[in-house]
């Protein structure tokens, strides 16, 4: 029975707005943002510092995380502030998922959540052309830059997701579901991974 949600998702594919639909559909807690900032809260760090850290690569951080517990022998050497957001990061979502009922979108929780059977991990993606719409619509980005907006970000997402995994960002391969919200439509990719939880209670 799955009863944790992670979400991946490619720049502007409306990953972030299917995660809230969900959580509300479901009636479960949302961790998506909130998790650098909840991060920084627990280490005493002011939001000023952290701006500019979301998603960006931590050098492999989460290798050595994976190996020793927190405070060994790996804590050893000073850590960078973004690998000390993320270490909290990952205490966050490891407890999120103790507690069950939630969905987490990004940081690379359906990696550190691997080994559990009840969360099913899913990849949101679109294609170019509905992307850069809703980057215009939704983001406020402008037409003329659109395009490479949704290059960069992206690159800091895989960059972000390969650094701290030994998996590939988006390969279907480490997903139970992937799913094309162009073609989809939002609401109909939140009613597919709704029924899904639900099929999987029964």
Not at 43 to 67: C, H
Not at 101 to 118: E, F, M, N, S, W
Not at 130 to 145: D, H, M, N, S, V
């Amino acid at each position: 029975m799955y009863n944790v949600i992670t979400i991946e998702r490619q720049y502007a594919s409306g990953g972030n707005e299917i995660g809230r639909k969900l959580a509300e559909k479901l009636g479960y807690e949302l961790y998506d943002r909130n998790l650098l900032s909840m991060a920084a809260r627990e280490l005493q760090i002011p939001s000023m510092y952290i701006e500019g850290l979301e998603e960006t690569q931590t050098g492999g951080f989460l290798f050595n995380l994976s190996r020793t517990p927190l405070g060994g022998s790996a804590a050893s050497k000073e850590k960078t502030l973004s690998e000390k957001l993320f270490a909290e990061e990952k205490r966050i979502i490891e407890k999120a998922a103790d507690q069950g009922g939630c969905v987490i979108v990004g940081r690379a929780a359906g990696y550190i959540l691997k080994d559990r059977q009840t969360c099913l991990n899913v990849f949101i993606h679109c294609g170019k052309a509905r992307r850069i719409e809703r980057a215009i619509a939704r983001e406020g980005i402008l037409a003329a830059e659109a395009e490479s907006v949704l290059k960069k970000n992206d690159k800091r997402r895989s960059g972000f997701y390969n650094s701290v995994t030994d998996w590939e960002w988006g390969h279907p391969a480490f997903f139970e579901l992937c799913l094309d919200s162009g073609k989809l439509g939002i609401d109909r990719c939140v009613e597919i991974l709704a029924g899904v939880m639900e099929a999987s209670g029964k």
